[in-house]
């Protein structure tokens, strides 16, 4: 379940010093600082990664590699020096599951003291950090619902959707959706969690339906269920047949209305009617328009292609074909010129 410090969690970390840090703590360098697990802290509520089945099995993993194989020198620790009064602490920023999965084989006797790590260099933002959790994360994959929380996390640093869309490498609309999704009521992000629902799908119905997608949802569970499914997609949707027909009729409702306006009784309609007729016919007509230019657009390409293709065909028909050799056959004697006769 989403943990409520992982929402709430304000990200504020008083920078420290990493030298000063390495210093007092006694940490060595080689290629990487190699900390003492120890010292190695954990910012209540900043891993977005939510506790479930996956989580625990992924570091169980984790753990009986380290045991056998010890704790790879190519996947280190990111973290962050931080000052909390008079001390220099390192909090880690990438490799929660790894420094827990390291605790757990040491606790189980793997002979592990120190940690691969790096820290952040100067002047690494709140902001920095917390798009690191999606782009600097190349272990277990990040759920939608923890991407959410993320996204969550930079509105509140006065992020834009479209800034925070640019920095985790997704489109605005994905973005808008997600931060549907991490808004909705507890109940209908738990039915994403537990997989009885496609995060897609949650955000589809919450764009469809709006404050009725939790109750769509229920209700589509219990069709699902019917059915013997235990897991709701957009079919068992209340509606999604209505849907899907009037997606189809859609050409022949978009001809009726233009022959309703060109009816000479539709002057005598309501007038706040036919604005929104007038308004609707006018999306309809702009969508149109955007749709004839790109087919027109693609048929030009087709005509290109097919154009150079004739013209490849054409060069070779007008080239001349080679002569064949004839292949002298085995055994026959060469003619040779006559020998000029004395005089």
């Given amino acids: ?184 009521p507890i109940e209908l992000r738990d039915m994403v969690e537990s997989g009885t629902v496609a995060a897609s799908t949650a955000i589809e119905t919450l764009r469809d339906h709006g404050d009725k997608a939790l109750d769509k949802l229920r209700a589509g569970l219990d069709a699902a269920k019917a059915k013997g499914k235990d897991r709701v997609t957009s079919k068992h949707i209340p509606g999604a047949d209505f849907k899907k027909l009037v997606k189809k009729a859609a050409p022949t409702l978009f001809v009726t209305l233009r022959e309703v306006r060109t009816d000479p009784g539709y002057a005598g309609i309501n007038e706040a009617l036919r604005t929104k007729l007038e308004t609707l016919l006018s999306q309809l007509d702009s969508l149109e328009g955007v749709s004839e230019a790109l087919a027109a657009e693609e048929k030009k390409a087709q005509q290109a292609s097919k154009g150079k293709v004739a013209k490849v065909k054409r060069e070779k028909a007008a080239k001349p074909p080679k002569e064949a050799k004839t292949p002298a056959k085995k055994g026959a004697a060469v003619k040779r010129a006559p020998a000029a006769k004395k005089a």
């Avoid at 000063?20 to 900043?46: A, C, Y």
């Avoid at 939510?50 to 973290?79: T, Y």
């Avoid at 820290?119 to 782009?135: F, H, M, P, Q």
């Fill in 1 to 184: 379940m989403v943990d409520q410090a992982q929402l709430d969690f304000d990200g504020r970390l008083m920078a420290g010093s990493v030298k000063g840090f390495m210093k007092d703590t006694h940490s060595s360098s080689r290629d990487l600082w190699q900390v003492n697990v120890e010292l190695i802290r954990v910012k209540p509520g900043f891993n977005v990664r939510i506790n479930g089945p996956a989580k625990e099995a992924h570091i169980r993993r984790l753990a009986d590699s380290m045991k056998e194989e010890g704790f790879f020198q190519d996947k280190p620790l990111a973290g962050f020096v931080a000052k909390e009064g008079d001390d220099q602490v390192f909090y880690v920023t990438d490799g929660h599951c790894r420094l827990e999965a390291a605790k757990i084989a040491i606790q189980e006797g793997a002979q592990i003291e120190r940690l691969p790590a790096v820290a952040a260099s100067a002047g690494t933002s709140e902001e920095d950090l917390t798009v690191a959790l999606v782009r600097a994360n190349d272990g277990l994959k990040l759920e939608p619902l923890e991407i959410a929380i993320v996204c969550k996390r930079l509105v509140r640093f006065n992020m834009e959707v479209k800034d925070i869309a640019r920095r985790l490498g997704f489109s605005t609309n994905y973005v808008d959706g997600l931060l549907m999704l991490i808004g909705a």
